[in-house]
């Protein structure tokens, strides 16, 4: 059962970013990729794919948001060959 403080929490918890990649080519015709994060079950950061189905891209803070450009910019080996921004969901 869901409690009124868990309630607030999500209702303020302000969930509205993606995080898009587009990839540097001289046509400029790849299509995005959006971040789907991967957790632990207790929820620790672990990482990041690229999907290309929006939908299915993970929601989420500006904090997580930041967090995600910050691994997709130093962990991932092709980095160099992207930029990197959030969005947010409705763009």
Partial sequence: MISHLQTYLMET???RYLVQ????????KAPPV???VMRSKEGKFEGVSFIK?????T???VAEANEVVAWATTKKGS????D???????Q
Wanted: aromatic share 6%.
């Fill in 53 to 57: 189905n929006k939908e299915k891209a």
């Fill in 59 to 61: 929601i989420m803070t």
């Fill in 13 to 15: 918890i302000d969930q």
């Fill in 21 to 28: 990649q587009n990839k540097r080519v001289s046509d400029g």
């Fill in 79 to 82: 980095a160099h060959e992207y």
């Fill in 84 to 90: 990197t921004k959030i969005i947010c969901v409705g």
């Fill in 34 to 36: 959006f971040a789907k």
